[in-house]
């Protein structure tokens, strides 16, 4: 039997089943009812303060200075579910829950961290910004990212409702970064020079 509700509220379901014609027909299965059925609940409110992390550094070649410099990445996301049936079909429904599981960091944080990726590498390598002056396009990056990511969770029925990066950077102990930084410094120089 196949109940599908859409709607939030108080139903009752209904088999229309004899407990005793059912406890009849139950013992060749061992007392057990081969019709097993499950109740799910979906909640739609927006779940807010999500937390995603680059789990290794992205290397990007400056666009400037032409230095290939490690960066991380990490932020905040919030998401809400609005099609909870398309929800649990394409997505719960292929998982063998066991224990806790949460669909945030094991359904969409790869997602996240796959598209941030890419936004900021193509960010780097197509402007005119060095990654020394990343900090300057991080709302963008990060609007950029959320759209990006809105196409990915629509088959889904799952919205990011919001996503912040909270910090681009690369190590101050690298060495591609102390060489990126000398460079623009010589370029200041030269720059003053003739001027």
Not at 28 to 51: H, S
Not at 53 to 58: E, L, Q, R
Not at 72 to 93: D, H, Q
Not at 125 to 154: T, V
């Amino acid at each position: 039997i196949h109940y599908e509700i859409g709607t939030a509220g108080t139903h009752l379901l209904t088999t229309k089943n004899y407990p005793f014609l059912n406890s009849l027909r139950n013992i060749q299965y061992g007392g057990e009812t081969p019709y097993k059925a499950e109740v799910w609940y979906v909640n739609q409110v927006t779940i807010p303060g999500l937390k995603w992390g680059t789990p290794s550094a992205i290397h990007l070649e400056d666009p400037i200075y032409k230095i290939v410099v490690p960066v991380t990445a990490f932020g905040t996301y919030a998401i809400r579910i609005v099609n909870p049936r398309l929800f649990f079909e394409s997505l719960i429904s292929n998982i063998s829950l066991t224990g806790t599981y949460t669909i945030g960091d094991n359904c969409i944080k790869p997602y996240i961290i796959q598209d941030i990726s890419q936004t900021i590498s193509q960010r780097i390598s197509s402007g005119e910004s060095s990654i020394l002056n990343i900090s300057n396009e991080i709302n963008s990056i990060a609007k950029a990212c959320k759209d990006k990511l809105n196409q990915s969770m629509q088959k889904y029925g799952i919205v990011i409702t919001d996503l912040n990066i909270i910090a681009i950077s690369a190590s101050n102990d690298n060495d591609s970064l102390k060489r990126l930084t000398e460079a623009k410094n010589i370029a200041s120089e030269i720059t003053i020079i003739r001027n």
